[in-house]
């Protein structure tokens, strides 16, 4: 079956720059989306098919999606941007979700 | 803005059928080429895509839960339901609802619903 591997963790300080990976075989030929969940919420999505953002996401959200590693990029990080982040794509008629990030605004 | 809900049992004895019900309001639940899919997340854990299935019919599952899976359509009460058979610990989890209308991601979901599996 399809694996998208995140790494567990990612620490930044406000104000800079955090980049989360996603890494599957060829994922750069596949659709890849993504999920913010706070504690207690249901996951909002940040970015779909590959760079786009939904209405009312902030531009400092930003995708990419290359080869096997699809990114995810937060630029002047907020603390409200702190929470779990899941990569999304879709290979053989499932949809196979990251093993998650989270992020901590230090 | 369409909204989803979910509702069903919070408690589900082991082997029997949990069966959850999401209900589409703001909008018809047929009124365009969505997809509408159940997803669950165990405690501490991440994601987990159940299945999906489509405005106009058509269905996919999860291949590990396939065998135990039926997504169904209600359009007369703008409802989609999940059946999960012969349930164990292992399927007790937070479930969620969603909807697909921008291709391969969900961009709205319910506010999910808690389901224990115990005797």
């Known amino acids: 079956s399809y694996e998208l591997t995140q790494p567990p963790s990612v620490s930044v300080s406000p104000g800079q720059t955090a980049s989360i990976t996603c890494s599957g075989d060829?994922?750069?030929?596949?659709?890849a989306c993504w999920y913010q969940q706070k504690p207690g919420q249901s996951p909002v999505l940040v970015i779909y098919?590959?760079?786009k953002r939904p209405s009312g996401i902030p531009d400092r959200f930003s995708g990419s999606n290359s080869g096997n590693t699809a990114t995810l990029t937060i630029s002047g990080t907020q603390a409200m941007d702190e929470a779990d982040y899941y990569c999304?794509?879709?290979?053989?008629?499932?949809?196979?979700f990251g093993t998650g990030t989270k992020v901590t605004v230090l | 803005q369409v909204q989803l809900q979910e509702s069903g049992p919070g408690l589900v004895k082991p082997s029997q059928t949990l069966s959850l019900t999401c209900t589409v309001s703001?909008?018809?639940?047929?009124?365009?080429?969505?997809?509408w899919s159940w997803i669950r997340q165990s405690a501490g854990k991440g994601l987990e895509w159940i299945g999906r299935?489509?405005?106009?019919?058509?269905?996919n599952y999860n291949p590990s839960l396939k065998s135990r899976v039926t997504i169904s359509l209600d359009t007369s009460k703008n409802q989609f339901s999940l059946k999960l058979r012969s349930v164990t610990a292992a399927d007790t989890a937070v479930y969620y609802c969603?909807?697909?209308?921008?291709?391969?991601?969900?961009?709205?979901w319910g506010q999910g619903t808690p389901v224990t599996v115990s005797s």
């Open positions: 098919q590959n760079r």
């Open positions: 703001g909008g018809s639940i047929r009124s365009d080429s969505y997809y």
């Open positions: 969603a909807r697909d209308s921008l291709g391969f991601s969900y961009d709205s």
């Open positions: 999304q794509a879709w290979d053989s008629n499932t949809e196979v």
């Open positions: 060829r994922l750069g030929d596949k659709y």
């Open positions: 299935i489509y405005t106009h019919g058509g269905t």
